[in-house]
């Protein structure tokens, strides 16, 4: 039996026979991830893969397993995989190698701002008094921007990235929710999503600038603990928005019922996928800025700063569709 991952990428094709042939194996998967593709593509473009997929649709009906949405939330703990992150985080990489240009270039145009961030990082002292950076650091400065940015751009970047991935997914339902026009209205609901997902960060900012030195490790270790459980809370939030627009109900507190109801489900989802993306925004940024502390250490504090936007414009299309498509297994809005 082939994997999911390899099914889901002939069904994305663009050859009819292969699109139909891999339909026809998903349904000897018979298990939810198989009968929440066959439900969505009951409104696919093809006629014939619409036939077979409702075909599918209705032997899962008959068989009494996964015959509707609350039987799909009723069953992810039972269907879903121990690797399910992992087997999430595959298809993600897939449907990014196969639409790259179009994923990257989203990602690039829109994160110019936060590119630009870190050659400025070791020009500041140019073009600014001396005088300035006795009260105001430029490791200090350069978070405040990097925080500045990610409060107001972050909703563009969701939006452009966000919708440029989920254009490639191969149920018609969800294509059409991509190609709808971005709006005032829209940035909006982004804006106020953004603001609670980004809590911890405002947190940690708050700590590094007014926190006394004896008391800071205390701060940050506890500080850590509580955005860890945070960020699960926070993860479904801005998919959400993309997946219904506009959303049916609030997000926020459609993220909190996930988080609240389905925590087991909601970690299974996204454990591994955090995991890898911490690992490598922590791990990168220090080995990326091993060259500045070992040779000049007056801009190790720049480095590890720069390596840790770097890395994180590089990963945001990875961690943007990785969340999206965790968010379609959890949410029935999805």
């Known amino acids: 039996m ?19 042939s891999g339909l026809a194996q998903l349904a000897q ?13 009951r409104e696919d473009r ?22 509707s949405k609350e039987a799909f939330q009723g069953q992810i703990s039972k269907s879903f995989p121990l690797d399910g ?3 999430i985080l595959k298809v993600t990489i897939k449907i990014l190698k196969g639409n790259a240009s179009k994923i990257v ?3 690039l145009i829109t994160s110019s701002l936060k590119i630009i961030l870190v050659p400025l990082l070791f020009f500041f002292h140019s073009f600014l008094p ?25 909703p563009v970047i969701w939006n452009y990235v966000g919708n440029t991935f989920i254009s490639a997914y191969p149920e018609e339902v969800v294509r059409k929710e991509a190609s709808k026009p971005f709006s005032r209205d829209g940035y909006m609901v982004l804006l106020k999503a953004n603001f609670v997902q980004l809590t911890p960060l405002y947190l940690g900012f708050f700590i590094l600038f ?33 997946l219904s627009q506009p959303p049916k109900q609030d997000p926020i507190i459609q993220s909190f019922m996930l988080f609240a109801y389905q925590r087991g489900n909601l970690l299974r989802a996204f454990h ?4 890898i993306w911490l690992g490598i925004l922590i791990l990168g940024s220090i080995i990326l800025a091993l060259p500045f502390f070992r040779y000049i250490p007056e801009f190790s504090g720049k480095g590890l700063v720069a390596g840790l936007i770097v890395l994180e414009t590089i990963l945001t299309p990875l961690w943007i569709g990785f969340r999206t498509m965790a968010t379609r297994l959890l949410s029935k809005e999805a």
């Open 2 to 20: 082939r994997e999911f991952g390899d099914l889901l990428d002939d069904i994305e094709s663009d050859i009819p026979d292969k699109r139909l």
């Open 29 to 41: 998967i018979a298990d939810v991830r198989a009968f929440r593709v066959a439900e969505y593509l």
């Open 46 to 67: 093809d006629p014939q893969v619409r036939a077979q997929a409702e075909r599918i649709f209705r032997k899962f009906e008959a068989d009494g397993s996964t015959t």
């Open 85 to 87: 992150s992992l087997d």
């Open 105 to 107: 270039g989203a990602t």
């Open 130 to 154: 001396e005088s300035f950076f006795e009260y105001f650091p430029c490791v200090y400065l350069s978070l405040f921007l990097y925080l500045t940015h990610q409060t107001f751009m972050l």
């Open 210 to 242: 007014f926190i006394e030195k004896a008391k800071f490790w205390i701060f940050t270790f506890l500080w850590a603990q509580i955005s860890l459980s945070f960020l699960f809370f926070a993860l479904p939030t801005m998919p959400l928005i993309l």
């Open 272 to 275: 591994y996928g955090v995991m």
